[in-house]
């Protein structure tokens, strides 16, 4: 598999949003890169889906670290980079993300999941802020079977599912099992001392597309699903 630059972190973003992704933009800026570390911002705009939109900006970085975030993430731990170093320095694991589920129930909804695991400071309507607090990894990170698409960093290379996953739903919960299919492991880091990221989505229900690309994860993946009774 094709290393990539292993002195270059990519952040890709999927923009509808000039004004979220300027504001999620200045957090990147703000953040420490370790000596000798480059860094790119890579926004993908007028992306039909998650999965098209990651997929191009993965093929035209050369970025070994790439990290996919939504435009209403504002990464705040300034330390970001070399923390994801110090996980990836293990390579059996090929992504990192805030907050996740250990196993997957029946549903594919990580969520629904009996154990979850992370951290991440929601601020979905002015002056509410809610600390979405799960179990705390018992070490430096958790292996866990999903994590949530705000922010997912990758060591490897694997091809977002655009063949199933054509719209904004599931696309996370599908690289995750690519990644495991691959080989590779997935894990929350602790986040006790601190949050790492906050996520500003606007509270919305939740769309009935997503039950439509559920069916499509389950078809998928339900036979690899482990789910805790």
């Not at 990170?141 to 060591?155: K, N, P, W």
Request: net charge negative; aromatic share 12%; charged share 25%.
């Amino acid at each position: 598999m094709n290393q990539g630059d292993l002195k270059k972190v990519a952040f890709i973003t999927c923009v509808n949003n000039d004004d979220w992704y300027s504001e999620c933009n200045l957090y990147l800026k703000h953040l420490n890169i370790p000596d000798g570390m480059t860094v790119d911002y890579i926004p993908i705009r007028d992306a039909v889906s998650m999965t098209s939109g990651y997929n191009m900006a993965m093929r035209q970085s050369n970025a070994r670290y790439k990290i996919y975030l939504h435009q209403d993430t504002l990464v705040v731990n300034k330390n970001v980079i070399s923390d994801l170093l110090n996980i990836f320095a293990d390579d059996t694991i090929g992504a990192v993300g805030m907050i996740g589920c250990r196993n997957l129930p029946k549903t594919g909804v990580w969520w629904d999941g009996m154990r979850t695991y992370g951290r991440v400071l929601h601020a979905c309507e002015p002056e509410s802020v809610v600390d979405s607090e799960c179990d705390e990894p018992e070490g430096n990170y958790m292996e866990v079977e999903a994590v949530d698409g705000l922010f997912i960093a990758t060591q490897y290379d694997i091809t977002w599912r655009e063949d199933l996953f054509d719209g904004w739903h599931l696309y996370d919960t599908s690289i995750c099992k690519e990644m495991q299919r691959a080989g590779y492991r997935v894990v929350v880091p602790n986040q006790s001392k601190d949050f790492w990221c906050i996520h500003c989505p606007k509270e919305k229900p939740l769309s009935p597309e997503y039950r439509k690309y559920q069916k499509i994860f389950l078809k998928e993946y339900g036979t690899e699903l482990n789910p805790e009774i």
